[in-house]
């Protein structure tokens, strides 16, 4: 079986451990409109999807013929190579995360975000562009959407919103 089935059918089946382990929230008395269940039903559905859309995908890859299989490509797993190098890439990860902790209630939500996605990008390899700066624009307005507006979660506006 290919390997990127297989991890498509592991984390479809944790989607499915976890949606179950989130069912069993109660639901308490303080009246939000999300409730205490309901980032981790997103969650759980958001993985469920993504994983079986990935399976999917995969399937029509394999079945078309293009590309080499998982299992053909090799071991070629760049900075994972060496566990010190892996380690040092997750930690410039987490870095870049903890700055964003950092400058959350400063900056606001929206700057921080986008910002996190041009860093993390940035850091990743993707050459910084105007491409760039508009999908770190672009996801950083769809999570404000997603939070702000459908799930009515209050998030910091930082100083920019006293100089407007």
Known sequence: ???????????????????????TIPETAIGDTVGAAGVPHLLGYGLAIM????????LLVLRAGIGPTADEE????????HPLAAFAWAAG?????????????TTGYFLSVALLIFAMCVYQGVKPD???????????????????????????????????
């Open 1 to 23: 079986m290919d390997r990127d089935i297989l991890c498509g059918v592991i984390a479809f089946a944790i989607a499915l451990a976890y949606l179950t382990a989130a069912a």
């Open 51 to 58: 994983s079986a859309l990935y399976v999917g995908q995969r």
């Open 74 to 81: 090799g071991d070629s797993r760049g900075v994972f190579d």
């Open 93 to 105: 990860a987490v870095a870049i995360c903890a700055v964003f902790i950092f400058f959350f209630e």
């Open 130 to 164: 105007i491409r760039l700066a508009a999908i770190s624009i672009g996801g950083a307005v769809v999570f404000w959407l997603i939070f702000v507006m459908l799930l009515d979660v209050h998030m910091p506006l930082g100083i920019w919103a006293d100089l407007i």
